[in-house]
């Protein structure tokens, strides 16, 4: 299956980070809060959205910074996705 987004929405995969001590033991990162970067999966086509024209300002492939309580989690084929308003990316990081 496939997520396609409608309107301004994005779909957003957290990046995931390792921790590793000073010896170089990786620690996994379950009980931290999850991190606030992502990679765009799919984002929707903009246009006409509350009354006012939207244009679409990222596209697949960006890493982007969202906020910390926006969006839907959703998990599919074992994957967990986030969809958010692209009003709810903060920034990208090139």
């Known amino acids: 299956m496939k997520l396609v987004?409608?309107?301004d929405r994005v779909v957003l995969k957290q990046?995931?980070?390792e921790e590793a001590t000073k010896s170089?033991?990786?620690?996994?990162?379950?009980?931290?809060?999850?991190p606030q970067q992502a990679e765009v999966i799919a984002v929707g086509p903009g246009g006409m959205v509350d009354g006012k024209e939207?244009?679409?300002q990222v596209k697949?492939?960006?890493?982007?910074i969202f906020s910390k309580y926006s969006g839907t989690e959703?998990?599919?084929?074992?994957?967990?996705?986030?969809?958010?308003?692209?009003?709810?990316?903060?920034?990208?990081?090139?």
């Open 60 to 64: 697949v492939g960006d890493n982007v």
């Open 74 to 94: 959703v998990k599919l084929d074992g994957e967990e996705y986030i969809v958010v308003k692209q009003a709810d990316i903060l920034a990208v990081i090139k």
């Open 54 to 56: 939207v244009a679409m």
């Open 15 to 17: 990046l995931v980070e």
């Open 5 to 7: 987004p409608l309107g």
């Open 24 to 34: 170089g033991i990786v620690l996994p990162g379950q009980n931290k809060e999850k």
